[in-house]
């Protein structure tokens, strides 16, 4: 075909226009981003409610240790869980048995340029320790703060009738708004301002953006932008890592962990998390609420086998709360897979070989947790071989979500819920207080006058050894021998990174420390 | 004249009712199966009783016909609601457990949101349908040219290829290729127009196969008809004939095909490459408002997705119309 000049202008200017629309030099890499920023591919995203006290969601936990500072820090490393560290206050001793004394770093900002003082620590204790604050589950009860001076505050407890050594741990799980905020709500609702080593600066659709606190107490962080991308699906974090445009990414499942430990750039990290798996049974209806029935289906679990499933991303513990937890002990008696002990316990309860048991429904999830899917068929057919008539339901993290708790009559929908629980705290109530004492019981509805006598006896020790012994020699072999739940197994956190990173400290409950990290 | 007009006049009616169709099945499964948004807007440990009571003060426990009557009269005024979930700024959000400081003003307006997204969703849409023409184009105009001959097995082999490649497999392959190995493209979100090639290929790789086939199939129909001959014999030359003739003809059944078939293939195309792309338009904004059970951002999707196909069946129709003076819709 000859080209006439018209077809050759009408060529031209479709190149032009087309070349105009890319731009030059958009092609390639120009997602390389500058030593000084950092995107993170998270799994999960905020609430609309900047508040902490409004939500009790991890990935806004997440967000928020970016930003809050809190009294101490615990970075819960499993050799030595119990361990806290000075954040904003530097001292603290116990005063008396209602009585814990904090002593305050001077010379603190909050991002909005106000100084950290007692006052702050007054307002925040205070009002998030309501009762109608979503996440007061996070106090041990309702608490007064008195302040000595304005580096100094005593908290106290006596009024509400617990120890105040409930909040040894705690406080390095609470973020201390300021004083000025509290007083007003609705600007507590709109942006965090804290006084950690990163300021929030905008939210932008999926993208959250923060910027290095030039006035941190520790030294202004060398990464100057941090760009919170949301994005849900694991694969596109594996690939945005893998093409540059992401430095960092999280809850990696065990296959694209293992094929990314061998890509040059990249580096992997995993770290066991505070986090345990369950399946919780509802205690308060039959045929579950027999300890017998109980007892007999946990014998016919193999965890081994679930284990062997969940690979890299499981790690064997046999106790109800993870070994990053103070108190945490591989518990003597804990239920073994015994297939003759079920049988037995089935007798017992009058269902020899499982027979006159109702349909059991074992709701599960999948694509939240690794591997809840293939473990739940494993799990769903070793009960079968023991007599249990199960029947597995598997949902999407949405439907799921909306099944695990019980409902306002008390009960829950089906007999056996898989479910992790994790806390940013070496706390161990944060786990067991929500999950097995009467009052609260909020999955398996458990209503066990021992266990609440037991829980009771743990919080109201006067001496973390005292706690201590109690947790390992009382609570815990009781909930092992009373199962309101089996813990199957304790999660470790698989992440991936760009090898440029380097520095950063990852949290068992989630959270990131960046203030001392670089991008090479 | 008279025709358009009676045209679109019978056309849009027709068009209402399955608009209003669609949107009466898609609230009513929204409201059936699992998974109760308020537990998702207030966070799972809210207690039941507070639950409860935002879900009557929000109309969730209405009779569906009722919510639903109520959800047409606000579509009618032009208001498509507020996301349950999303906040002012359009973030995504798990829920905020706040039951007393929940205030649906405070959460994105849905027309907002799909305003700002969809113009990334028609620069894809449009950039995959540009490329899905330039592969299709000549490969099914060679085939219908050449029928029976290497350029139509060609065809075959390419559109059989296409059509047999999911396009999650594909996006994958070729992020990881071009954009991981290889550094030419960038893939993942958006920062400028070069995020839009790679999506659009994949949307182009689905599209393709059937233009393929449709072109070839309606090309070589063509070829033999009686008027081709006709044209030959009066002294035509072929690629007139090709380009003034048989393209024109071989273009009603394509358009039809676009109208029927594409844009419904589209539309669920780009759901699924918006995802893995992490690209911010419609398809991105409603599956996250699956998974999150952000009904009012579903329900006005499905709205406009179906007003959208009804629009684009019409508009074809009416162009085949004044291509073919004979079809009568």
New interface residues.
Partial sequence: MISTRRTFLAGATALGAGSLLIGPGRIGRALAQDASTLIFAAAGTVTSSWDPSSHTIAPQITAEALVFGRLTKCLMKPENPGEILPDLALEWKLIDKYTLEYKLRQGVKFHDGKDFKAEDVKATYEYASQPSRPASAWYPGQVEVEIVDDYTVRLKTEKYGYPALNFWYVSSFLPILSAKDVADPNVLKQRPNGTGAFRYQETKGDQIVFKANADYYDGKPQIETLLWNYVPDANTRVLGLLNGQYHLTERLEPEQFESLKKEANVTTDKGLSSENKYLHFRCNKPPFDDVRVRLAAVHAIDRDQILAIVGEAGQASNCHISPVKFGYTDVPDYPKFDPEMCQKLLAEAGFPNGQGLPELEYITSVGFYPKTREYGELVTAMLQEQGFNVKLTTLEPAAWEEQIYRRADGQGPGHIIDVGWITGSPEPDLVLRPNYYSKFALINGVNDPEIDASLDKERNAESTEERLKVLQEETLPLLAAKVPSLSLYSSVFLRAMSNKLQGAYFYPNGPIDLSKATLG | MAFAIEFFLRRISQGLVIVLLVAFVIFTLLRI????PI??IL????P??V??QTAKDLGLRDPILVQFGRFVGQVATGDLGRSF?????????????????YNPE??ASVAELIG?ALPYSLQLAGLGILFALLVAVPIGMAAGLRAGKWPDRLGLYVSSLFVSLPNIWVA?VL??LL??KA???????Y????YT?IPAMVVAIELSPVMIRAISVSVAANLGEIYYDVGMVRGLSRWTMIFKHVLRNAAVPLLNLFGAQMIGMLLGGLFVVE????Y?GVGMLTI?AV???DFPIIQAVAILASGALVAINMLVDFTSTTIDRRLKF
């Fill in positions: 199966v699992p998974g109760d537990r998702i966070g799972p440990m809210t039941a009783s639950l409860e979930i999303r906040g002012l700024q359009g973030g995504s959000a798990g829920g905020s457990q706040d039951a007393a400081g405070s959460r700002t994958v992020i990881f954009s991981a550094d030419l493209l960038p893939a993942i979100g920062r400028g127009f070069s090639i995802y893995i792309f992490s911010p996250n998974f999150q059970r």
